[in-house]
């Protein structure tokens, strides 16, 4: 396993459309999280699984967006009618169980036009 | 509720002179705290981790930060930078207590100067 897989690694959409992004975690990894970053700032937590469970969700997820992991491995975040201020990096990360930091993958970057 | 700051959101160095980028956080627990770095299109790495063992932690790159709790700090530092060294570095904070999602600072651009 190389490590935390993201694609595509660029999107490029029109305002309106909506968008599909996959995470693929490290395989031991039972923890997978959705932050978002956008220019000049720190990454912001949107979502964390464990397992195939949804178990916390950031106010800044609105309605136009949905998280899932279905069988407790890849995931995927989806953005409805897209926006131009969705227009970020959008970073997946996974963990095993405790507080020893996350692996973070090279991250979507999002354009919407 | 947990949060971080970073006190300089740009920082440049000679090649070859110490590095201290300064991070304090704010915690109603005892906070696990990570310092990662991102180069310019690459993803987050982690460069270091205090989880209530030694204060004095040791990273990659010839990095280090001392977790001071009497200051709630946990400045990073290197002895001699290299240019290699230049990207964004992020103070983050994680308590259990409020779920699992680290709580990042606004990050630091470290630059290096030939």
């Known amino acids: 396993d190389t490590g935390v897989s993201q694609d595509p690694r660029h999107k490029i959409t029109k305002r309106g459309q909506n968008v599909t992004f996959r995470c693929d975690p490290i395989s031991e990894h039972n923890r997978l999280y959705w932050y978002r970053q956008t220019l000049g700032q720190g990454p912001e937590f949107l979502t964390y699984?464990?397992?195939?469970?949804?178990?916390?969700k950031s106010r800044l997820l609105s309605d136009r967006f949905s998280a899932e992991r279905p069988k407790g491995s890849f995931s995927t975040l989806e953005i409805q009618r897209t926006e131009q201020g969705d227009s970020a990096m959008y970073l997946c990360a996974s963990s095993p169980e405790g507080v020893g930091g996350y692996t973070f993958g090279s991250g979507t970057r999002l354009t919407v036009v | 509720a947990q949060s971080v700051t970073q006190l300089d959101s740009h920082v440049s160095v000679s090649e070859g002179t110490p590095v201290l980028l300064r991070c304090n956080y704010s915690s109603s627990y005892s906070p696990s705290l990570f310092w990662y770095v991102q180069h310019p299109n690459k993803g987050l790495q982690l460069l270091l981790k205090y989880t209530s063992a030694a204060t004095l932690v040791k990273g990659i790159n010839g990095f280090e930060a001392e977790f001071k709790k009497s200051e709630t700090s946990f400045h990073l530092t290197k002895p001699s930078a290299h240019m290699s060294d230049a990207a964004e570095y992020f103070c983050v904070v994680s308590e259990e207590s409020y779920g699992q999602n680290f709580v990042f600072g606004p990050g630091t651009r470290l630059s290096v100067l030939p």
């Open positions: 699984f464990q397992n195939e469970a949804q178990l916390e």
